[in-house]
């Protein structure tokens, strides 16, 4: 099949090289000149493992190309998928500029039945206008489909040949059956649904996942009360069939390109349908509080913050990933550094896009993880790659000025920590 992909980002990107390397015929479209030139000569704008070879080898395969003209490819595509992005408006409602100006280029050179797809995540409703859109330049038939996307940034090429489920919600036959030999050879079920109920899956998925950790940080801050250790709760309680373990990890809370966005949407969704989503509100509030109470600990615990060196292990929002956006580490490097801290981070691949979040906030930013603790009052572990749980931990303590790690995302064992190599140990839930 022929398909074009609108946004070469974390999304279009993925999806795009793993349509082709699927079989499909792929051109990837993005507004932005800069992103295309690189791409078309071989560099991936984003980190994510496994990416680099599924472009690469597409692009000699003859499957997939670049532009930044949609008109160009719109003659010739079966399928074109958008996939920009939806930002937070201020008032936190999806910030729907970019998909419609996507949906107008559309309309105005669509030329033959096309099944338009929204892979963005976006607002009950939005299939309908997409179409609204494109009638008002094209009066033949063509066919919206959303097909909300449920990757994760970090195995996000892994995730698109092993989903959980293909939902696909379509308002005929048709379009359906395009979309269904569009992703016929990946395994995983396949779930048809109306427009609207694949739009609310998305948020309802993103939002559920965000509720389970916000459930288990309150159990956390709990255990933190009672003496009990969130590690133990949470494996007696993802025993349980109906629960499952995964998303019960306490820590600084979640973060990212997308749950922060979604959730702060959906609440506002339902609010657009006076509906007061109550719970999502407290779920928001919880992960706000997850930040700023470790701030405190970190605070009370060394006698305030001012004039005091910390070095601060990973920037990203989650380990595997250079996406700084919503981050936690960058929340609370903030706070610290308000409160008269002087930063030293590292991350793996996440400090070009670090630097420019964080802007004019004055943070030393390090090679690797020792230059980064060299003569520090504390260790703040920010981010769970996985590769801060194997540091040499001897040479950390002689190469910190005090033996004080707050772990933020529960990476360490704390018995180890503190017997083993004599740290003062802090972590969430955990005694
Ligand atoms: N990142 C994730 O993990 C993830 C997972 C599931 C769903 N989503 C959803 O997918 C969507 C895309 O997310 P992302 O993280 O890939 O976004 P992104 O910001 O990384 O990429 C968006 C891309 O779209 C391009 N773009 C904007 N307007 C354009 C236009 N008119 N024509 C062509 N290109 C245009 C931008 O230049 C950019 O390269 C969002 O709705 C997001 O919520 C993201």
């Not at 496994?50 to 692009?59: R, T």
């Not at 998928?81 to 996507?102: K, L, W």
């Not at 919206?144 to 092993?162: H, I, K, Q, T, W």
């Not at 979040?357 to 520090?376: R, T």
Request: hydrophobic residues 40%; proline residues 3%; contains cysteine.
């Amino acid at each position: 099949m022929k398909i074009a992909v609108v946004g070469t980002g974390y999304v279009g990107l993925v999806t795009g090289a793993c349509l082709a390397d699927i079989g499909h015929y792929v051109t990837c479209v993005d507004i932005d000149a800069q992103k295309i030139e690189r791409l078309k000569k071989g560099m991936i704008p984003i980190f994510e493992p496994g990416l680099d070879h599924v472009v690469l080898s597409n692009v000699k395969a003859g499957r997939l190309n670049f532009t930044t003209s949609l008109p160009s490819v719109l003659g010739d595509a079966e399928v074109a998928i958008i996939a920009v992005g939806t930002p937070s408006r201020e008032d936190g409602y999806a910030d729907m500029q970019y998909v419609y100006a996507v949906a107008d280029e559309i309309g105005r050179n669509i030329k033959k039945y096309t099944v338009v797809v929204d892979k963005s995540t976006v607002p009950v409703g939005t299939g309908r206008e997409v179409e609204n859109i494109i009638k008002k330049y094209y009066s033949d038939e063509f066919a919206v489909v959303s097909c909300p996307e449920f990757l994760r940034e970090g195995s996000a090429v892994a995730d698109f040949s092993n989903p959980d489920r293909i939902v696909i919600g379509a308002r005929d036959d048709r379009s359906a059956q395009v979309m269904l030999d569009l992703f016929k050879p990946v395994k995983g079920e396949k779930v048809v649904t109306t427009v609207e109920s694949a739009e609310l899956i998305k948020y309802a998925s993103n939002a559920f996942l965000a509720t389970k950790i916000s459930f288990i940080n309150e159990i956390a801050q709990i255990c933190e009360r009672t003496n009990a250790d969130i590690e133990e709760v949470a494996y007696g309680l993802g025993l349980d069939n109906r629960v499952g373990p995964k998303f019960l990890h306490a820590g600084i809370g979640w973060g990212g390109s997308c749950f922060p966005k979604d959730v702060r949407a959906l609440d506002h969704i339902a609010g657009n349908y006076g509906y007061d989503f109550r719970l999502l509100k407290s779920v928001i509030e919880v992960n706000n509080n997850q930040r700023t109470s470790f701030v405190d600990k970190v605070v009370a615990q060394l006698n305030g913050v001012s004039g005091k060196r910390l070095a601060v292990l990973g920037l990203a929002f989650k380990g595997n990933t250079d996406d700084v956006r919503d981050s936690a580490a960058l929340d609370i490097i903030t706070m610290l550094q308000e409160k008269g801290a002087v930063i030293s981070a590292f991350d793996y691949e996440a400090t070009e896009n670090a630097k420019k979040s964080l802007g004019d906030i004055p943070v030393e930013y390090a090679k690797d993880p020792y230059e980064a603790m060299q003569g520090a009052d504390a260790l703040i572990i920010a981010t769970e790659w996985s590769e801060f749980r194997n540091l040499d931990w001897k040479k950390v303590k002689e190469t910190l000025k005090a033996p004080v790690i707050f772990d933020g995302r529960n990476l360490l064992k704390p018995s180890r920590m503190r017997e083993e190599f004599g740290f003062t140990y802090t972590s969430i839930g955990r005694s």
